[in-house]
Structure formats: structure tokens, C-alpha cells
């Protein structure tokens, strides 16, 4: 999409609303109303938006020579400074729900040494996403972890539980009551998952010198980095952290609803439909049993994987692929929401679902394909409380970089303009109607 093409933030976005096209499908008339309560979001996490997030473990990864990233985070989105306008978007989208991470390395740049600024500055956002009439919905972790953390073998040692619940309360206790959704992790299964990509398999043993390299510079002996550690041995830890998390948090905040969020792709046998089975058993019968006493179970979903006898199939020949290099699928949400939902008995919010994608077209496409499958889902009684879209901005995508478009709104990488895409308008008719 052009620039010219895009509605500038400072300008005729209402007059766009108004003109833009009508949602896909059946007239308003005939959709299905939508519980009162119904999350309409759209999400961030920390690292990949608030820019100078220096003391995690990816800007040490990022910053290795040679090194997996296309960039390095830099300055992200800024949205450390600049999120009251990022909520501001929320709001003229007319969503009801902001995702964003709270950063654990800048809250606790050190072993137990709590930045109150940090915690301060956390507590400003969540109010002031409430005061615009807007619910938060916080992610406690998402991926990253202070650097200390991974030198210490994240994830990988049991031991290291105490410094998440410790982080925990803490946040728990700084952030107040202004929220009620929150999120312990975000894609613990992530790891595993990726493990059956041919593609990002090849490259493990890449990402473990990377480990090695990271350690050497922080004058460690280890350095376990999310999600490129020894997914087998990190996820029995990761669930029981996510599990004293809850308790932790819920201590301060028994009325939150707490969960996390999986990665789930709608998972499709290829020829061999033996890899499929296993392939499952792996990646996600040991977290929907994780998830089996939370409050809901977050759903991210981006696409399907055809799963061959020992990995992923590639994508069939002449489909549209997407900036990921995946198929363009949005069929896969409703398949997702239902398979969760069955296997966990729990209530599902979709906390991401998205495309990257340069042609903001395809978005509008993505997002209509994915809600007409998931109004399906809702009309036959899957109990789905929300939905929201990844992502809010233009961001840092991991190893893409900036090269990967997943944003409602477009930021400009030199004056970190924000200038809202038609998506984004689109997607706030869904919500504004609250109806599918
Ligand atoms: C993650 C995001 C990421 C998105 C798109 C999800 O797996 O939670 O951090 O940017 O997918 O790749």
C-alpha cells in the first residue's frame, strides 16, 4: 500500500470511517449480537514496541556478531514514550481492549533490584488505557527476560521459578486494579512448535551458538534465550512457573482473569497422518492440560500447518503467501478456536491473530475471513470472549525485523509517525456493531 493510500492520523480518519467500505458478509441485521462484555483488542508486547530495551536477553542476542536479526530492535516503535498516542489509536479504531506487555527486564534490571520508575510507568499506562474507557490486558511475559535471567539458564533451571513469582507480586502489587485480563506467558509452546518448521529447524543449531556466543559476552557460562533454548527441557518449568504465577497474582488480585496464551496452528495430517498425532502430543497435550483450572485460555493463531511424518509440510505449490513466508489461511481461526476450546473445556479469547502483509487489502481480507469463521464458531455455542488483533503497530518481528508489516497502523522508522491503515478502521466496524 501507497502512502498517499493510507489515512494520515492527523486528518479525515472519521471521514474514512464513515466512507470505508461495509463488513464482508451478511447485513448487520442478521449477525449475531455479541456478549456485552465482548473484547475487541488489539495488542503489543514490550520489546517489540517500546524501543532501548537494552537489558533483556534478545538486545543481547540482537547485538552478537554475526547474528540471527535482519535489525536490531533500536529504538522500536517508541512507544515507552509514546504510548498515550498508541492508546489514542485504540480508541479512534473504536476497540475496547489494549494488549501490551510490561518489560521484566527494566522492572528488575537486576537479581531483586525493582525499578520503581519502571513499575511507575506500567501503572500510568494501565490507567490511563482505563481513563480513555479502554480495558487493559496485560502480558506478564512476553518471551523476553532480563539478561541476568537468561545468564542464570532462564527457563532451563527449576530454581529460577522464585525470580518470576518474585516479579510477579511485585508487578501485581504496582499495577492496581484498573484491569482485569491478564496473561503469566505468552506462547510457552512457541519453541516446540517452531521445532517442527523445516525451515527454523535448520537453523537451531544456529540459534545454540548464538546461546554460546551470548553467554561469552555476558561473562556467563550459559545464556538460555526465549524461545531458543532446550524447549524440552524448559516447558515441565515453564508450566509450573505459569501455574505459581497465577497463584502469586491472584494473591494481590483474586478477582483478575488470569491465563496464557498458545501458539496454535489449525494442525492438518498430510499424506502420513502419523506425524500429526505426535506432533500434538508435543506441542500442545502438555499445555492444554497446563491451562485445564485457568480463568480462559488465549488463542494465537496465524495460519495452518500441514504436518508430514517427521515435520511441517511446505506450503502447496502457487498459494499466497505471506511477509512470514506462510500461507495466507485465515480459515484457520475458526478450526482453532473450536479444537481449543474442546480440549480444554475452558472459555477462549483470542489474544492474536494477524498477517503480515504489505497490501493493507489483504489485511481487511484476513481479518473478514477470520471472523466469519469465528462468528460460526461463536454461533454454535463456543464460548470465545474476545478477540484481538496482532498487531496494533508496525513493530519489531523478531528475527524479520522491520520487514514484516503485521500492523492495523504503519510507523514511520525515522519520525515514528503513526498513520492508521484501513484495516484498522475495519476492523473497529466489527466492534463498534459488537456483532458477528
Ligand atoms: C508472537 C508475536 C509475534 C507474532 C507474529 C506471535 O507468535 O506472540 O510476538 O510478533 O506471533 O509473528
Not at 534490571?109 to 513499575?119: H, M, N, R
Not at 532462564?154 to 486494579?177: P, Q, S, V
Request: proline share 6%.
Amino acid at each position: 500500500m501507497s502512502r498517499r493510500t493510507m489515512i494520515h492520523l492527523a486528518g479525515g480518519s472519521l471521514a474514512a470511517t464513515l466512507a470505508g467500505p461495509g463488513l464482508a458478509g451478511p447485513g448487520l441485521a442478521a449477525r449475531r449480537k455479541l456478549r456485552p462484555d465482548f473484547l475487541w483488542g488489539a495488542a503489543t508486547a514490550g520489546h517489540q514496541v517500546e524501543g532501548g530495551n537494552v537489558n533483556s536477553d534478545s538486545w543481547v542476542m540482537e547485538h552478537l556478531q554475526p547474528n540471527a536479526f535482519a535489525a536490531p530492535s533500536g529504538d522500536a516503535c517508541d512507544s515507552y514514550h509514546r504510548w498515550r498516542e498508541d492508546m489514542a489509536l485504540v480508541k479512534q479504531m473504536g476497540l475496547n481492549c489494549y494488549r501490551f506487555g510490561i518489560e521484566w527486564s527494566r522492572i528488575e534490571p537486576a537479581p531483586g533490584e525493582f525499578s520503581i520508575a519502571a513499575l511507575d510507568h506500567y501503572r500510568r499506562m494501565v490507567d490511563g488505557c482505563a481513563e480513555l474507557g479502554i480495558k487493559p490486558f496485560i502480558t506478564y511475559s512476553h518471551f523476553t527476560v532480563p539478561r541476568w535471567f537468561a545468564a542464570k539458564g532462564g527457563w532451563e533451571e527449576t530454581a529460577n521459578i522464585d525470580h518470576f513469582l518474585r516479579f510477579c507480586e511485585r508487578a501485581a502489587k504496582a499495577l492496581g486494579t484498573n484491569y482485569s485480563h491478564g496473561l503469566t506467558f505468552n506462547e510457552p509452546n512457541l519453541a516446540a512448535q517452531l521445532s517442527w518448521q523445516p525451515g527454523f529447524r535448520a537453523t537451531m543449531p544456529y540459534f545454540a551458538q548464538g546461546n554460546a556466543a551470548a553467554a561469552k559476552a555476558v561473562g556467563s557460562d550459559r545464556f538460555s534465550s526465549t524461545p531458543v533454548f532446550d524447549a524440552a527441557r524448559a516447558a515441565p518449568i515453564q508450566a509450573e512457573a505459569h501455574r505459581r504465577a497465577i497463584e502469586a497474582i491472584k494473591a494481590v488480585r483474586p478477582d483478575l482473569q488470569l491465563g496464557l496464551s498458545l501458539a496454535v496452528a489449525d494442525e492438518q495430517a498430510g499424506p502420513d497422518p502419523s506425524g500429526l498425532q505426535r506432533k500434538i502430543a508435543h506441542v500442545y497435550t502438555p499445555w492444554f492440560e497446563a491451562v485445564a483450572k485457568d480463568d480462559f485460555v488465549g488463542v494465537q493463531t496465524y495460519g495452518r500447518a500441514v504436518v508430514g511424518k517427521e515435520m511441517d509440510l511446505p506450503p502447496p505449490q502457487g498459494v499466497e503467501l505471506t511477509q512470514a513466508d506462510t500461507e495466507f489461511y485465515p480459515q484457520a481461526l475458526e478450526a482453532t478456536v473450536r479444537w481449543v476450546a474442546k480440549a480444554t473445556g475452558r472459555p477462549v479469547i483470542v489474544s492474536e491473530n494477524g498477517v503480515a502483509t504489505t497490501d493493507d487489502s489483504r489485511r481487511v481480507a484476513f481479518i473478514d475471513g477470520s471472523l466469519a469463521g469465528l462468528g460460526r464458531a461463536i454461533k454454535d455455542g463456543v464460548d470465545v470472549r474476545g478477540y484481538i488483533h496482532w498487531s496494533l503497530l508496525d513493530n519489531f518481528e523478531w528475527n524479520r525485523a522491520y520487514t514484516a508489516q503485521f500492523g492495523l497502523v504503519a510507523v514511520d522508522r525515522t519520525t515514528f509517525r503513526r498513520t492508521m491503515k484501513p484495516s484498522g478502521l475495519h476492523l473497529g466496524r466489527y466492534a463498534r456493531a459488537n456483532s458477528l
